[in-house]
């Protein structure tokens, strides 16, 4: 029984340090998002970093390797919040492949509209970072498409993509335009919200790629 109650205390106290590692992970990658975004990554310090995270440099390295190490950190978990955002939106839209879609994509804008200066970094800072660096943030931008291209590849399989419609073509064309919004929103005006840009990219490029009628098949390679 006291093994019991011991093996339990442990467990809490495991929980509390993944809690606050998770916290103090935060901290650094919100404080890097504002300080990369205003001055560059050249004109952040790891010890303007723990000024701006309100941490110590110390602990910081105990999280991170470096400047560059915590770059990527801010663009995967970005790629995680689109991940879960798109995937959530998907599970929630039914059967209907222009439903599923559609749910898809506005996932995608909606997860960049709310992370839009981690965005902002990603296109900004990437051509600053080493080759090995650059290829983890591609990996994780690649980690994007990927509800996007089942939901697609699922209408190709059942034959509703619309004639001359590239599957491989509409990931990627729904993926950027979900990303520009990040960067080009201010293009629109004011009072443009995201949801009616999504409304709008969808009745302008989802709805004509699909086709109520079933014909010939295909799959993303």
């Known amino acids: 029984m006291p093994d019991h109650a011991e093996d339990a205390e442990e467990q809490v106290r495991r929980d509390i340090r993944d809690v606050r590692a998770r916290w103090r992970t935060r901290q650094v990658l919100d404080a890097a998002v504002r300080l990369i975004n205003s001055g560059g990554l050249h004109g952040m310090s790891m010890q303007a970093l723990a000024k701006e ?6 602990l910081i390295y ?17 790629a995680e919040q689109i991940r879960r955002e798109v995937d959530t939106r998907i599970a929630a839209a039914g059967d209907d492949p222009l439903a599923r879609l559609a749910a898809g994509f506005g ?71 979900a990303q520009v919004w990040a960067l080009k929103h201010w293009h629109f005006p004011e009072g443009y919200g995201v949801e009616r840009f999504v409304a709008d990219q969808v009745a302008t490029l989802v709805r004509p790629a699909l086709t109520p009628t079933p014909h010939g098949k295909g799959t993303p390679s």
Request: aromatic share 6%.
């Open 53 to 58: 995270a309100q941490i110590s440099v110390g």
């Open 107 to 177: 996932g995608y804008c909606v997860a960049m509209d709310a992370h839009r200066n981690a965005g902002l970094l990603t296109y900004r800072q990437s051509a600053e970072l080493g080759a090995a660096a650059r290829e983890r943030l591609k990996e994780a931008e690649r980690e994007t498409f990927v509800p996007l291209t089942a939901v697609v590849r699922e209408a190709a399989d059942a034959g509703l993509l619309a004639d001359g419609v590239s599957p491989e073509m509409l990931v990627f064309d729904l993926t950027v335009l």
């Open 62 to 78: 105990s999280y991170f390797g470096g400047k560059e190490d915590v770059v990527v950190a801010v663009v995967a978990d970005l």
